[in-house]
């Protein structure tokens, strides 16, 4: 059974921790739940020890025998802390030792993940920011609070993601895959691009932006800091992205571009339109026209092979891994290793789209080419698994 330490700090959000607590819980886990003193203001002790089944404290001075503020840490196999308030998260860099749950982070030797939860205005002060980031270099994983009604009429970024997607952040770094993209930043593109032909019609495509949503994830696990360039997907954020929203190819180009100055590996599963109507019309087009316009495409940029291109050139600032991905309905082999090298990536996911696969399922299968030319076969399965054999192989191009 694994020992789990669920951390609790004085936010509001902390009334949803009880549900993260159950789904530990009824998973089998062992919970030991450590709030801090004003936590307890929130929500009593007599919640979290009925809950959990075990006891409850704030401070080093109870059962001081069992030397707790040494052994709960030793022992855990996880220390979560949902919500982390902006006090929790500084007294956590620092390296403060002033309560139980503070000891318990500084003698845990485990994967520890916190989850966030403040208003905007305390997870954008520098200082947030600065304790952040000390935190995940140290390999801790820190996810992104999820945007939404705070806890008056304001909204922003700084609410507890779901309690659902705070466990799977957890169960993925328990199984073993915890931090080895940690202190990177990823961008990864999702979804299909949309290109208007007028204010309510578009040229769209089939991406589910599961695949991209899976990636996107499975870094956060890994401890990365992950931006997610996402086109037109009706999926929940997963908890711990920086999630951006575009519509058309352009926008995309545009928030990849900006997002991968920064980044470590830009991995494009998006389905961006090849084509954009050249123009677009300002009004609805009406059906009583005699016959309709013909609607003249135009190209769009290639965003891939001009991260390609940056790089070749040495002009910029380039991320180190670049991936793509293909659908490709013959000669499926062939045509990947073509356009990896035409499109100058890292790597090179190769769907064979047909036969149920690919757009919209929860499974995939495919084959991944490697720039010196090796190929990497994915059997079908969860897309979160090939998307796990994508970080392992871009890991090992990190330095
Ligand atoms: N891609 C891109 N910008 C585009 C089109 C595609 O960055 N304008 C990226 C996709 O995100 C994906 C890969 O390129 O990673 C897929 O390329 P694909 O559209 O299959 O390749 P094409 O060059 O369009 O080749 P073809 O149409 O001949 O299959």
Redesign the pocket.
Known sequence: MTSIVLGVSAGIAVYKSCELLRLFTESGHDVRVVPTRDALRFVGEPTWAALSGNPVTTEVWESVHEVPHVRIGQSADLVVVAPATADVLARAAHGMANDLLTNTLLTARCPVVFAPAMHTEMWEHPATRANVATLRERGAVVIEPATGRLTGADTGPGRLPDPAEIFEVCRRVLAGRGGDLAGRHVVV?AGGTREAIDPVRFIGNRSSGLQGYALARTAVARGAEVTLVSANVALPDPAGAKVVRVES?TQL?EA?LAAAEHADAVV???????FRPVRQSGTKIKKSAAEPDPIHLTK????????GETRRAGSGTHPRVI??????TDDVLA?GRA?LE??G?DL?VVNQVGENLAFGTPDNAAVVLTAEGDSVEIPRGPKEDLADVVWNLVVRRLP
């Open positions: 593109s190819a180009r990849v494009m599963a998006a389905a961006v339109a090849d769009n940029p290639d965003i891939l092979a001009e991260l991936v793509g991905f293909a659908a490709e045509n356009k035409r499109k990536c090179l």
